[in-house]
């Protein structure tokens, strides 16, 4: 389902800004990337991003130089996956062919040199990623200043712009502060130094203030956390700093029905929403002492907090918890072969810590049998991927179309209100008759500048409404979508409007309308049809995107088996990019359970038995290659079926479409 990557405020930014359909595009790219919601692909953390595959490649030789794990083939695995990641990026950053040589090397050289001299080979490999690490961390930022006002390709574009948000994420950059400082820094003509600044801010100290339940006071605490404090909560808050804003964090907390404290903890941050998340994990681990030194003691972090920034300005807030109106089960009847995977996928979505998280979705694959088959694995995601992602442009569509009224409307509120007050003033000057002919003339023309401004302003909304009522018509008609909800029916049939045209085409008027309708919702919207329309015009180019989104998500599980072992056999609860595995993680996983809930929904109406998950995969292994097989020898994508494309149907690749 497509999220919106802005909203009406900020693309009314946009367009004061005069930024291009590109530039918006970039900064969409980017706010999607670190929404939490969003899709396959799309988040940072399942990006295809060369970066993130050296910072796993660094660790991986780090810890086993350090510990002596990851080792032998698992290592090899890493490494190698790593450096198929990080080829994909050669055509926008071609100075990380020094980063896939020391990946190369490295891998022949633990091959062919006794275990015994692994660790010295290793740790000397680490020290030599390092500076490549920070060359490529700046030539992204500096991609982003040529990027800016450049004129690219579609598809080099999108792999430019998936590095930035990558970059931005492992900044540490909270997607609704980031929108934010956006809105403020559009209120002029941002350059692209200007948008760097914002995009990668220092780290500044921020303070975190959170409720602890269970405990009075906690001993020793600005011990283990230098610069803590901590407030018993009682009755008597005579002698609190800051004693009202802490009073409105135990309002929002009320009813407290248990002893707690407020602790303070000091973070370096980008902005409030990341030092909250860094705040309350760094108490999280502290509690880890306490409830050691006392089992009876159930120590529990509230969800409501309180963060100062460098501006000493409070903020009050709690986690954002998403909900729906109605909820459907994976699969209308219990599959025991998925409910183990089901309880673990369940449980790491709700653990806090992101290492344990992505241990845990290790271990869901491992309840299903699927350890083992990481390359099958990778394969049945790329399909879904596709799927998942041609389907997502449809309903980006609509979604954007529908903002871009919107925001047309919300002109011609505001030009109401600009009407009113100027009809008002006039008014009120001849009330007071003091006036003098000349101002009187001012204020009626200025009245009448505005009056023509709100009938302007009406006259773009209702044509723009009409206009995209009629288009979207004529694409409803050819692509059907359920009445409870805006999912396709039958997207083979959406996927027939991103194809070239062939002669005698009976839907060149909806083929021309998603045209028109994305170039008028613009941005991201507009690039994204333009993509998928240059990729299914040259099969070639799909199968070389199919194969990527396969080697990106193989590098994922082999660094996912990495992690798990990291936590559980050495204890290591923190990583340079944990918050990105363990999302990646469960990406994955509800990935991995929509395919098998999907296919055995389908098998439980058909009356037929549940296909074991590892059979499930091994069909869609084969699918894949075969699929890319025929991409690779066709010469028109017209044939291709996504529809079933991940389904018990071999259907995928259909003559007679």
Not at 132 to 149: E, G, K, M, N, Y
Not at 502 to 521: E, H, K, M, N, Q
Not at 531 to 546: C, G, H, N, T, V
Not at 606 to 630: F, M, Y
């Amino acid at each position: 389902m497509a999220r919106s990557s802005s909203d009406t405020g900020l693309q009314e930014a946009f367009t004061a800004a005069g930024l291009t359909r590109r530039q918006r595009s970039l900064l969409q790219t980017v706010l999607r990337a670190l929404d939490n919601g969003s899709g396959p692909g799309f988040h940072a953390a399942t990006s295809d991003s060369a970066l993130v595959a050296l910072i796993r490649a660094h660790d991986a030789l780090s810890n086993h130089a350090a510990h002596g794990h990851p080792h032998g083939r698992l290592l090899l695995r890493v490494l190698r996956t790593s450096a198929a990641c990080v080829r994909t990026a050669l055509p926008i950053l071609p100075s990380l062919r020094t980063a896939i040589t020391e990946l190369d090397t490295m891998a022949e050289a633990l091959r062919d040199t006794d275990p015994a001299e692994h660790q010295v080979l290793t740790r000397a490999s680490a020290t030599a990623l390092e500076p490549v690490i920070t060359s490529a961390t700046d030539a992204i930022t500096d991609h982003l200043l040529a990027l800016w006002d450049a004129t690219v390709s579609p598809n080099h574009d999108a792999k430019a712009a998936a590095e930035i948000a990558v970059s931005v994420y492992l900044r540490g950059r909270d997607r609704e502060a980031l929108r934010k400082d956006l809105a403020t820094l559009l209120t002029g003509t941002p350059t692209a130094a200007d948008l760097a600044a914002v995009l990668w801010p220092p780290p500044r100290r921020h303070h975190v203030t959170v409720l602890v339940s269970g405990a009075r006071t906690l001993d020793h605490l600005d011990v283990l956390l230098p610069g803590s404090r901590q407030w018993p909560v009682t009755v008597d808050q005579d002698g609190w700093p800051k004693a009202r804003e802490l009073a409105a964090l135990l309002a929002r907390l009320a009813p407290i029905t248990r002893a707690g404290t407020l602790v303070r903890v000091p973070v370096d941050a980008t902005d409030l929403g990341t030092a909250v998340v860094l705040g309350r994990r760094a108490i999280s681990e502290a509690l880890d002492q306490y409830v050691a030194g006392n089992r009876i003691a159930d120590l529990v972090l509230a969800g409501p907090w309180a963060v100062a920034g460098p501006d000493e300005r409070w903020v009050l807030g709690e986690p954002a918890r998403a909900s729906v109106r109605r909820t459907a089960p994976l699969s209308p009847s219990w599959s025991d072969g998925l409910r183990p995977a089901l309880r673990l996928a369940h449980i790491a979505q709700r653990v806090e810590a992101p290492m344990t998280s992505a241990a845990l979705c290790w271990s869901a694959l491992e309840s299903i049998g699927l350890a083992e088959k990481s390359a099958r694995l990778a394969r049945a995601y790329a399909l879904q991927t596709l799927r998942h992602q041609v389907m997502d442009a449809h309903a980006q569509l609509r979604l954007t179309v529908t903002e871009e009224v919107r925001r047309l409307g919300s002109r011609v509120s505001n030009a109401q209100v600009d009407l009113r007050r100027a009809e008002n003033a006039l008014a009120k000057r001849a009330l007071l008759q003091r006036t003098t002919p000349a101002d009187a003339k001012a204020l009626a023309e200025s009245v009448t500048r505005t009056r023509q401004s709100y009938l302007d302003h009406v006259a773009a909304h209702q044509h723009a409404l009409d206009e995209t009522t009629t288009l979207m018509a004529l694409i409803d008609a050819h692509v059907p979508r359920t009445t409870d909800k805006p999912t396709l029916t039958e997207p083979d049939r959406w996927v027939d409007l991103l194809l070239p045209a062939r002669d005698g085409d009976p839907l060149a008027a909806a083929r021309d309308a998603v045209t028109t309708l994305s170039t008028f919702a613009g941005g991201l919207t507009h690039e994204t049809i333009l993509l998928w329309r240059e990729r299914l015009a040259r099969p070639q180019l799909l199968a070389k995107w199919l194969q990527e989104k396969q080697d990106t998500c193989h590098a994922l599980l082999e660094w996912l088996y990495t992690t798990r072992n990291i936590t559980f056999h050495h204890g290591q609860f923190a990583g340079p990019v944990d918050l990105a595995t363990a999302h990646a993680g469960r990406a994955i996983i509800d990935m991995l359970l929509e395919i098998l809930g999907r296919w055995h929904s389908t098998q439980h109406a058909r009356g037929q038995n549940p296909t074991p998950p590892s059979e499930i995969l091994k069909v869609l292994s084969h699918r894949k290659d075969a699929l890319n097989l025929t991409l690779l020898a066709a010469t028109s994508c017209h044939p291709l079926s996504i529809q079933h494309l991940t389904g018990p149907d071999e259907v995928y690749w259909s003559a007679t479409r």
